[in-house]
């Protein structure tokens, strides 16, 4: 049999920890221009300092502001966000990030601020929502349009020539003022804007610090369970697989079927759902992999296989900020070593892979194979056989966990093709009656 794991594994980890990990995995979707997020939280803090609002209504906008493009997966959507002060179709990532926040009960205090963060300041003010939520969404929208100034205004020159511009962009918050932006904002920003330093601090490991060093409140410094863990799992998968109709319930389903094949094994209950984070997570990073490559029918150039590859450290950047001190990172990111030491990032061999790590691997193969891809339809279970058979065989994937898979093929096939039509419990039920 495989190795074992070690003793009972555990996570630590509050609530700021995870909203700094989440922004940056929202990060990757800029590709070419990183760190929005962190930006807008920023620059919202500031303002919202400088019109005294009391703490916790200034760390409110703050992680408002980290996470307020979570509605927006794919690099298009983020470069159409860039390419106009008052962009087009806005809605629509609102939209997303609401529904996807209102399904997270751990995070669905930002729902209101990320629903109306671009809505003009002469509708959002009539609206029937909370005071601080209208606030808030107000101040973020402001935020998020002076970052779009600051990239008009530095491109192609260095970020310090930003405050050659002071005057030019506090005349269009201005020109904006009562209309689009909120007014009193909009004057508290634009006494910020002609503040050179205001400029200056704005580099990510100032702005990251700053989350972690506001007052102890009992929101943010919270211990999350594992149920609370997963939830905010879940919340990263669906925004990773809202990048591509390809991969759309990959993250979900490589989870369940990670999580069944290790309670399959003998690993514990608190383990499995351990394993089942982390397959929602392991392909976190390729909210960095370009778009097309995503959606490309044909094979991959040597080049753009690269960039294919690289998701995997990219997931373990993000999980070892969400994750300290836990295992769940390393067992997300190599979902693509191999036993014989062929696979990547790291070449990893079987005495660097524990059971965890080959169950997810096992999975996430499976699951690809029986998946529509732009390039191929979804295998039936005897293709899929005939192509992981060899894997085993020739020592690439784990035989025990494989045989594991073999034992209840249809059950497992049918939870990697289902798409809820029917419950979990609906397919166990069918393969494990009495």
Known sequence: MSPTIGSEQIIQINMRHALLAIAKALDFVGVDDMHHGQRVAYMAYECAKRMTWTEAEQQFTYFSGLIHDCGVSSTEQHLALLDLFQP???????????????????????????????????????????????????????????????????????????????????????????????????????????????????????????????????????????????????FLARIVDAKSPFTFQHSDKVAILAQQLALASGISARTAEMIYIAGLLHDVGKLRTPDGLLHKSASFSEEEYAQIKRHTVDTSEILVNFFPKSPIGAWASNHHERLDGSGYPFRKTANDLDIPSRVIAIADVFQALTQQRPYRDALDLQQVFNIMGPLVQTGKLDKDIYNLLQQNAEFYFQLSQNNHHESFSEIKAKHFSA
Not at 174 to 200: K, T
Request: hydrophobic share 45%; glycine share 4%; net charge negative.
């Open 88 to 234: 087009e179709s806005t809605e629509v990532h609102c939209l997303h990030g609401y529904q996807a926040l209102l399904k997270c009960p751990v995070i669905h205090q930002f729902a209101n601020v990320v629903r109306y963060h671009h809505t003009p300041w002469e509708q959002l003010a009539a609206l029937n929502i909370a005071e601080l939520d209208k606030r808030v969404a107000a101040l973020v929208f402001v935020a998020d349009r002076l970052d779009f100034l600051r990239a008009q205004y530095t491109l192609d020159i260095g970020e310090e020539q930003i405050i050659l511009h002071e005057t030019a962009i506090a005349e269009i918050l201005q020109s904006n003022r009562g209309r689009l932006f909120h007014p009193q904002i909009v004057d508290s920003m634009c006494e910020l804007v002609a503040i050179d330093g205001f400029w200056y601090n704005m580099n990510i490991s100032h702005i990251e610090k700053m989350g972690l060093s506001f007052q102890q409140d009992q929101l943010y410094d919270q211990q999350l369970s594992l149920q609370e863990a997963a939830e905010l799992a879940r």
